[in-house]
């Protein structure tokens, strides 16, 4: 088989390394992908949202099936592109991805079908959201309705914080169109969990729980980013609480799209909050997560090309899908400065002897030479029999990896233990 992924950061490294486990596989395309890649991938220098020139090479080369990862491609209709010429793919349709694409439909879906989610107000008024601002209960969460690679969401502190995220997400169009209208939100607390589920628009299987790890900097501080390393399960997500998640939100997520007439196959992505009030949806995501995917695939045990080719047939609930009984951490490295400004270009040196735990995001070759090309640059991943035993071979695989300017997070699973010991 001959298959194509769009994208070209750590998500894809790890989809692609995922579905190579298929013997069946004979090639695979990634589009653009990235340098540290090519070993694993031909890539093809193909930007992700280039829809008619992703068409016209899947045609090419006659591609037997298609993965559209992130979530630019998905919203802009990839897919139903790839469909209309006959090419099986995994990921929803624009019509479906708008779950993400639009944070004011997928608030108005939850409000309307009694999905548990904060209490939100919908501006496309600066003047009405600054007003509103006034009275509202503070800390509060602002947010642009449109896509914004991540960073489009502000936990303002203050009224101060939260007129100024308004006020440069609708005058200063930061986030370009995305902040035409925004959502004011409830500040909800508890502990986060990020579920993702395989989902054929009827039968939903949930993956392995993760924790991500937002924040730059260690102990939560310093900016957010899009994410700096993840652990898996979540310790917080108990059987009790997964039973409740199925009930209140997935199957009713999947059933009020059916309802619309948005029906979503392809990787649900659920963002939770366990508040004292029972898990509420913060946010949900049209594909896999990044980094949540570097610690969710290597614990599953059953092929991804088969799970994801029952998922396009609507054959979901014919596959038994399993995960391993064990735990995963990812630790990302980064080039310091991330997310705000930083230097590229440096050589990498990853020992052979690890390469097949690295998931590659940001890297380029430069005269035969990989060198780093982006914020987040690699993740590496470790799977182990305990979480603590994990998170070790993690860091000690990170300290085997060099590049000019490297920086990660030390503390990556220290709450997940802390968790687990209460």
């Known amino acids: 088989m001959k298959i194509l992924v769009v994208g070209g950061g750590g998500r894809e490294h790890a989809i692609i390394k995922k579905l190579k ?37 899947a045609m090419k080369e006659q591609v037997d099936y298609a993965v559209v990862a992130p979530d630019d491609p998905l919203v802009l209709g990839c897919v ?3 469909e209309e010429k006959g090419i099986p793919c995994f990921g929803p349709r624009a019509n479906a991805a708008i779950i993400e694409g639009s944070k004011v439909f997928s608030k108005n879906l939850m409000k309307k079908y009694g999905i548990p989610t904060a209490a939100y107000e919908v501006f496309s008024d600066m003047d009405a959201a600054l007003a ?32 100024d995220a308004v006020r440069s997400m609708m005058a200063d169009k930061v986030f370009g169109a995305s902040g035409d209208n925004v959502v004011i939100e409830e500040f909800l607390t508890g502990p986060e969990v990020s579920v993702l589920a395989f989902t054929d628009g009827e039968s939903l299987v949930p993956m392995v729980s993760s924790m991500d790890h937002k924040r730059a900097g260690d102990n939560d501080t310093g900016l957010n980013t899009g994410g700096m390393g993840t652990v898996a399960p979540n310790p917080y997500y108990t059987d009790t609480i997964a039973w ?32 004292p009030d029972g898990p509420k949806v913060i946010e949900y995501n049209c594909r896999f997560g990044d980094p949540e995917t570097q610690v969710v695939l290597p614990l599953l045990k059953t092929d991804l090309l ?32 991330y997310p705000s400004s930083y230097e590229k270009g440096f050589p990498m040196d990853i020992p ?12 380029a070759v430069k005269d035969g030479v990989l060198v780093t090309n982006g914020g987040r640059v ?22 085997t990896i060099h590049f000019d300017n490297a920086y990660y997070r030390n503390d990556i699973g220290k709450k997940a233990l802390q968790a687990g010991r209460n």
Request: charged share 20%; glycine share 8%; with cysteine.
């Open 21 to 57: 486990e298929n013997p069946a596989v004979e090639q695979i395309f990634a589009l653009p992908g990235n340098g540290g890649m090519a070993k694993d991938a031909t890539c093809v220098n193909i930007g992700a949202k280039d829809i008619p020139a992703i068409v016209e090479f």
């Open 80 to 82: 139903d592109a790839l």
């Open 132 to 163: 509103y601002l006034e009275t509202a209960p503070i800390p509060t969460v602002i947010k642009a309705d449109g896509l914004a690679l991540g960073k489009g969401v502000i936990i303002a502190q203050t009224r101060d914080e939260a007129k």
């Open 244 to 275: 409740v998640c199925m009930e209140k939100i997935f199957m009713p997520t999947v059933r009020a799209m059916n309802a619309e007439g948005r029906t979503f196959k392809g990787c649900l992505y659920f963002g939770l909050m366990l508040t």
């Open 306 to 337: 088969t799970v994801m080719q029952a998922v396009t047939a609507g054959k979901l609930k014919d596959v038994d899908v399993k995960f391993k009984d064990q735990h995963a951490c990812c630790v990302i490295m980064a080039s310091k400065g």
């Open 352 to 363: 052979e002897s690890i390469s097949k735990n690295v998931y590659v995001a940001g890297a």
């Open 378 to 399: 690699l993740g590496a991943t470790a799977v182990a029999d305990s979480l603590e035993a994990a998170i070790a071979d993690a860091y000690a695989m990170v300290k």
